[in-house]
């Protein structure tokens, strides 16, 4: 037992990823955060599947089929997660841009029902946290979409 503390010290001081979690592609990450939002609340609705699926369509520039594929594998994913941040981590090297996009595509599937729930707002609040997204970009994102 020892010995294998010592090698996990070893390990961080290297800088060495200790998560054994395989990099996920950012496509597949964006998808599972939309799917995290509609999840929150416990209640996805219709409106819901079909705001993820355009948004996916539009972001990511998929046709249906692979959008819809695409979200299959997501969901996949967002079930055997242990948290936000196994999606975060492989994102942070998207442009300010594409992290305001994400952000606003979650509000998206977030309000597609009429009604944010404050599960989906915490989820929100805490992906823009984790991809360093000012917090005046998140409020900028969640006033275009609920002021339309």
């Known amino acids: 037992m020892f010995n294998s503390i010592t090698s996990m010290f070893k390990q961080l001081i290297e800088g060495d990823d200790l998560s ?19 999840n929150a609340d416990h209640q996805v609705e219709e ?8 948004l996916i369509e539009r972001l990511l520039g998929l046709d249906e089929s692979e ?3 695409l979200l299959v594998q997501a ?10 941040y196994d999606f975060t981590s492989s994102l942070r090297e ?12 979650m509000w998206e599937v977030a309000n597609a029902d ?6 989906e707002d915490a989820v929100i609040r805490k992906v823009a946290e984790l991809l360093y997204v000012d917090h ?3 409020i900028r994102a969640k006033i275009q979409v609920t002021d339309q």
């Open 114 to 119: 009429g009604v944010i729930d404050p599960l």
């Open 20 to 38: 054994n979690n395989k990099s996920i592609s950012p496509n597949l990450a964006m998808a599972a955060l939309l799917c995290e939002v509609s």
């Open 67 to 69: 959008s819809k594929t």
């Open 47 to 54: 409106q819901e599947e079909k705001a993820k699926l355009s």
């Open 94 to 105: 998207l442009s300010q841009e594409k992290r305001f996009d994400l952000i606003k595509a």
């Open 136 to 138: 005046s970009e998140f």
């Open 75 to 84: 969901q996949e994913q967002t079930k055997n997660s242990a948290s936000l």
